[in-house]
Structure formats: structure tokens, C-alpha cells
């Protein structure tokens, strides 16, 4: 079993900075691939980045060149910058094992003036 949780998310005027953070516990040691999804309210759950264990990364294109997402051994990071409006959405990490996906429970991050 691996365990995550989110912190980070909150208000932000377009244009700011969010760093998001998840820490990972539990047997890691079994996780390849971590990344960031998004919920935006009423919408369907989308691939933000990933990053393997190799560190390949991999962003949506809606966030190439603004999102920046990094890996530690049981932490998993997603610096954002320039935010957009659009960028409002409930944020999950990932983690994917050899047999199951596990999820945090989410933080807010809402771009507005």
C-alpha cells in the first residue's frame, strides 16, 4: 500500500507561482511512475505531468513551458507558473504500481483576481 498527500494548492492571481508537494509512504519502493492530475469542477480528471523513475517527464500541453514537475525519493512536486484561469482545478498525485493506481485526496487550486 502507498499513501499520499497532497499540500500546497490555494488562491492565486493569475500569473502568480503555486509550488504543489506530495509526500509518498508506505512501500514506495514499488512505485515507477508518479504525476499530477486535474479536476476542474465539473470536468473530467486530466493528466497534468508525470515523471518516471528515470526522471522522463511527460506535461500536458496545455501546461509545456509554465509547469515543471520534479521527484524526490518519497516526494513528488509540480512548480506552476504564469497560472491561468484555466488552471483551476481540484490537483491529485499519482502513483502507479505493478497492479494498483493510488491516489491522494486532492488540493484546491483556484486562479482568480
Known amino acids: 500500500q502507498v499513501q499520499l498527500v497532497e499540500s500546497g494548492g490555494g488562491l492565486v492571481q493569475p500569473g502568480g507561482s503555486l509550488r504543489l508537494s506530495c509526500a509518498a509512504s508506505g512501500t514506495i519502493f514499488s512505485i515507477n511512475t508518479m504525476g499530477w492530475y486535474r479536476q476542474p469542477l465539473g470536468k473530467e480528471r486530466e493528466l497534468v505531468a508525470a515523471?518516471?523513475?528515470?526522471?522522463t517527464t511527460n506535461y500536458a500541453d496545455s501546461v509545456k513551458g509554465r509547469f515543471t514537475i520534479s521527484r524526490e525519493i518519497a516526494k513528488l512536486y509540480l512548480q506552476m507558473n504564469s497560472l491561468k484561469p484555466e488552471d483551476t482545478a481540484v490537483y491529485y498525485c499519482?502513483?502507479?504500481?505493478?497492479?494498483?493506481?493510488?491516489w491522494g485526496q486532492g488540493t484546491q487550486v483556484t486562479v482568480s483576481a
Open positions: 499519482n502513483a502507479a504500481g505493478p497492479i494498483t493506481n493510488y
Open positions: 515523471i518516471t523513475r528515470g526522471g
